[in-house]
């Protein structure tokens, strides 16, 4: 290598160091202001009495669940005990065990009130 190369193999490292050098400090400058924003946050909650509970309850994140009543039942002849799904979520074991039988899942379907 000679000198010119060298010098410039130099400044072209230093061009890439000046340049990472910038953005750690733009990085740490940007975090700095985000730490001040949760501070003044945390200053105005706590003049105005403002919890974070009072915050996370206001926001409905907790949805409540409604019942949904059972679309399919039947009597397990082991225990005597009625076993119902409303056809939504994971096909329980029972109505798969009966349809891979050949039977049909209607062969359990709830129809005013009772079962099929």
Request: glycine share 8%; hydrophobic share 30%.
């Amino acid at each position: 290598m000679n000198a010119d190369q060298i010098e410039k193999l130099l400044a072209d490292v230093t061009a890439i160091y000046d340049e990472l050098k910038e953005e750690k400090r733009a990085q740490a400058e940007a975090e700095e202001a985000h730490r001040q924003k949760i501070q003044s946050l945390i200053a105005l909650m706590n003049e105005e009495g403002i919890t974070p509970e009072d915050i996370l309850g206001s926001t409905g994140t907790t949805k409540p669940t409604r019942q949904v009543k059972p679309k399919y039942r039947r009597i397990d002849n082991a225990t005597g005990k009625a076993l119902e799904w409303s056809g939504r979520g994971r096909t329980p074991k029972w109505i798969t065990e009966h349809e891979e039988k050949g039977g049909s899942r209607d062969d359990f379907l709830i129809v005013g009130g009772e079962s099929a």
